[in-house]
């Protein structure tokens, strides 16, 4: 052999060997070589990586594909069985594996196998529950007790209103009186000019439109008024059985604090021109003298009238605060609206004029 | 979501949590405290965040919350307070539920986590990949993966007949 094989360059004829690339009389030397040193022999298998190929679990594989199974075999067994308890077969797969599962009992037995891996909730408490809940915290400010109570009251106001008109409702158009009332205790007409209008009530909702209108008219029983202001006033409050109790009364004034120095008008009620349609109220001239003791009635220039100035009055008596409330409807000249006043607070809203 | 609604959420799945970390984490302290952080959290952004998903963002919370409690607890120490196989109320499962229960124990952690999602909350695959940051098809594998596990780990205590 023309090149000596030694110690220090023997690993390129080991891997010329190992490729096979060697001529046969270097081979026969290089196995010659190892013969004599067989501590330089080294395994093969270490050398070569092993290409035997992996073979992937087929739950694996059926896992990643996305279209459904067609047919059930062993090597899908496992997919459809946890498909099933897990309940995400599609609609073929779960007919096809149902009449698989029909034919082979040992597949119904996988199955009940891995139902048996489904955990059952079990009640494990957390122990300081309240702990984590956020407390209530009531935070009600002065400003917002002071509007509530002001709105209550305002409530009030409108579903006295809103029963007082119901009463007038009732009663119709006949007997229903609206009675003059010039400041005296004695509210009983003097003279034919003072005869009561009529009230009739209107279509249109409270607050927004006018809602009586005021007719002159005679009673027909006769029975235009009452001498006691007792009598007149507590009945508006309860059943109005009696036509003649629902005539709104204005109070004495020396008792309400409003009508002190100031001139007293009497109740203004709109009136219509036909039975059907309200329209602007209109004085009478009986009410036109009258003096009024209405705060929105003294700014002069307004077709503001209080419709229900007993109730205002009395409100105004028994609270010891300015209580007024005037409405009236828009005309071609002036604007409608309504207004409310109890105490410092005050509401109001102003309607365009009738074109 | 409301303070109301906030309350209630604590009514509705405060326990719910409490059992679904208490089940991973095997420690009752860890998971109060991942509890009470979670709701801590979810107050703090309550009032962006829908009523009908506080559920699910109690849990995504909780999860994320656990996965960094636990690798801070990897870090430091050992699992102190490892108590709850001592807790009375896992000792009552059923032979099966219980052998169930250390299977679980031995899933990889995000193996364990989307079975309780799943057997526990009842979870779909698509609410648990919102839930894990995962898609569903990982979902999937995960759940079909452990379920083998735990089929083949019942089978060799012998207790699926």
């Given amino acids: 052999m023309k090149k000596l094989i030694h110690t220090d360059n023997y690993e390129s004829f080991y891997l010329d060997y190992l490729e096979g690339t060697l001529s046969e009389e270097e081979r026969i030397a290089f196995e010659e070589f190892l013969a004599a040193n067989p501590e330089l022999q080294i395994d093969e298998e270490l050398v070569f990586l092993d290409d035997t190929p992996e073979k992937m679990d087929p739950l694996q594989k059926y896992l990643l594909k996305k279209e459904d199974l067609s047919i059930v075999t062993g090597e899908n067994l496992e997919y459809f069985a946890i498909g099933k308890v897990e309940n995400v077969l599609t609609a073929n797969e779960e007919k096809l594996f149902d009449g698989y599962l029909a034919k082979h009992p040992e597949a119904q037995k996988l199955v009940a196998d891995y139902r048996e891996t489904r955990l059952q909730p079990s009640a494990v408490l957390y122990p300081n529950k309240e702990d984590l809940k956020e407390k209530e915290v009531a935070l009600v400010s002065w400003k917002f007790i002071a509007r509530s109570a002001a709105a209550a009251a305002i409530l009030l106001l409108f579903l006295k209103l809103g ?70 006033t507590a009945p508006v409050q309860k059943e109005n059985k009696n036509p003649e109790q629902l005539i709104p009364v204005q109070p004495e004034l020396e008792k309400t604090p409003l009508a002190e120095n100031k001139p007293h008008h009497p109740t203004i009620l709109p009136q219509v021109k036909d039975d059907k349609q309200p329209v602007a109220p209109t004085l009478n001239n009986d009410v036109n003298k009258a003096p009024s003791k209405d705060l929105a009635s003294n700014t002069g220039g307004s077709n503001m009238k209080n419709p229900i100035p007993l109730i205002t009055n009395t409100l105004s008596e028994k609270t010891k605060t300015t209580v007024d409330f005037q409405t009236g409807k828009a005309t071609e000249t002036q604007k409608g609206g309504f207004f409310v006043k109890i105490g410092k607070f005050e509401v109001s809203h102003k309607s365009s004029k009738k074109k | 979501m409301t303070r109301k609604e906030y309350n209630e ?153």
């Fill in chain 1, 163 to 232: 029963f007082n008109n119901s009463n007038h409702t009732k009663e119709g158009t006949s007997n229903t009186v609206a009675q003059n009332n010039s400041g005296k205790k004695n509210t009983q007409p003097k003279s034919e000019d003072k005869k009561p209008a009529k009230l009739v009530p209107s279509v249109g909702s409270i607050g927004e439109d006018d809602t009586y209108v005021a007719q002159k008219s005679t009673p027909k029983n006769g029975n235009s008024g009452h001498s006691n202001l007792k009598e007149r």
């Fill in chain 2, 9 to 161: 959420a604590v009514e509705l799945y405060a326990d719910n949590l409490y059992r679904f970390v208490v089940k991973h984490t095997q420690n009752r302290m860890l998971s109060e405290d991942v509890v009470q952080e979670t709701f801590a959290k979810v107050w703090e952004k309550h009032e962006s965040i829908d009523a009908s998903k506080a559920k699910s963002y109690l849990f995504t919370t909780a999860y994320h919350q656990m996965v960094d409690v636990l690798k801070k607890e990897k870090r430091t120490t050992s699992f102190e307070g490892q108590d709850v196989k001592q807790d009375d109320t896992l000792s009552h499962l059923f032979d099966v539920q219980k052998t169930l229960q250390e299977a679980v124990n031995k899933l990889p952690e995000i193996q364990k986590t989307v079975i309780l999602l799943r057997d526990y909350e009842g979870y779909n695959y698509n609410e648990i990949a919102e839930i894990t940051a995962l898609n569903e098809s990982q979902v999937k594998v995960y759940i079909f993966r452990a379920r083998q596990t735990l089929k083949n780990y019942l089978k060799s205590t012998e207790l699926v007949a």
